[in-house]
């Protein structure tokens, strides 16, 4: 069973950092994309960062330059290192995996591509 923790999330004032991390169990897949994705009040689910098995990383327009995603293959861990945070940043942060099918580079932001997704984590930005 494919499970997806996350952790690091808060609150931090505008131009802080923070650093979300995701931990995954039973995911055995070699050929997978991961990623980062965030919801806030009010709006659609939306793509944020993803990395794929073939190293690939596609960033959002609105993070580029200020977050990095990163995994460290022999934790099982994902993460997400935000700097510069703005307000707008604020939502609720979501990990999630696909099952392993090819995933073509522009849909790798779209949500419906991911199948196993994490608990959730409050990111808070105040300004």
């Known amino acids: 069973q494919v499970q997806l923790v996350e952790s690091g999330g808060g609150s931090v004032q505008a131009g802080g950092s923070l650093r979300l991390s995701c931990a995954t169990s039973?995911?055995?897949?070699?050929?997978?994309?991961m990623g980062w994705f965030r919801q806030a009040p009010g709006k659609e689910r939306e793509g944020v960062a993803t990395?794929?098995?073939?190293?690939?990383?596609i960033y959002a327009d609105s993070v580029k330059g200020r977050f990095t995603i990163s995994q460290d293959n022999a934790k099982n861990t994902l993460y997400l290192q935000m700097n510069s945070l703005k307000p707008e940043d604020t939502a609720m942060y979501y990990c999630?995996?696909?099952?392993?099918?090819?995933?073509?580079?522009?849909?790798?932001?779209?949500?419906?591509?991911?199948?196993?997704w994490g608990q959730g984590n409050q990111v808070t930005v105040s300004s």
């Open positions: 999630a995996a696909t099952t392993g099918r090819w995933v073509t580079w522009v849909r790798r932001l779209v949500p419906p591509e991911y199948n196993y």
């Open positions: 039973g995911y055995t897949y070699s050929n997978y994309c």
């Open positions: 990395i794929g098995s073939d190293g690939i990383t």
